[in-house]
């Protein structure tokens, strides 16, 4: 890795990559993509979404190379499932790590999941440790010939008008944002 590296994303999943590298206008060797864990559920649920974003920030410093640290910014998201009056919403959880080490976190509009595809991913074995809603709408709708990707029912659920990549766009303006005004 050269000088030209200046923020580091803590995935490897294109749909997050691209959409960073696409907002934020940077080459894939300005803004790179770690692959790390989040040490919570597979379906994280409320105040655990931010907790699983922090994780991958800190589990991304201890394995790039040191020659960053300090140099470079570090950008988490993690989506999971919140409780709100008419059942639960997926939201995109965005955490931003300055080079001097301020953080500062925005949380993105939700989408409507269905309560029975929330209700059987609980019952699964595992439950939410182990299991995301976002694979049991994909075979609700499947069995209903319907095509649904499990990594974004999103674009399914609201035909179109708001995909998981809309969402992640819409989380990283906000911190962005945020960033820029402090």
């Known amino acids: 890795m050269n000088g030209q590296v200046k923020g580091v994303v803590t995935s490897t999943a294109l749909i997050k990559l691209e959409s960073a590298r696409r907002e934020l206008r940077y080459s894939a060797e300005e803004l790179i993509g770690f692959k790390t864990k989040s040490h919570v559920a597979e379906q994280p649920q409320g105040s655990e979404t931010e907790l699983g974003a922090r994780n991958r920030i800190a589990h991304a410093k201890m394995n790039v190379p040191s020659s960053l640290l300090g140099k470079v910014f570090f950008l988490s998201f993690e989506n999971g499932i919140f409780a709100v009056a008419e059942g639960w919403e997926d939201r995109c959880v965005a955490v931003l790590e ?85």
């Open 98 to 182: 300055r080079p001097d080490g301020s953080i500062l976190t925005a949380v993105s509009s939700g989408v409507r999941f269905p309560i029975r595809a929330v209700q059987e991913t609980a019952n699964l074995p595992g439950g939410f440790l182990v299991n995301t809603v976002g694979s049991i709408i994909a075979k609700q709708y499947a069995e209903q010939g319907i095509a649904c990707d499990p990594q974004d029912p999103h674009a399914t659920l609201t035909a179109g008008r708001f995909t998981r990549a809309d969402q992640i766009t819409e989380v990283l303006r906000k911190v962005w944002k945020n960033a820029h005004l402090l």
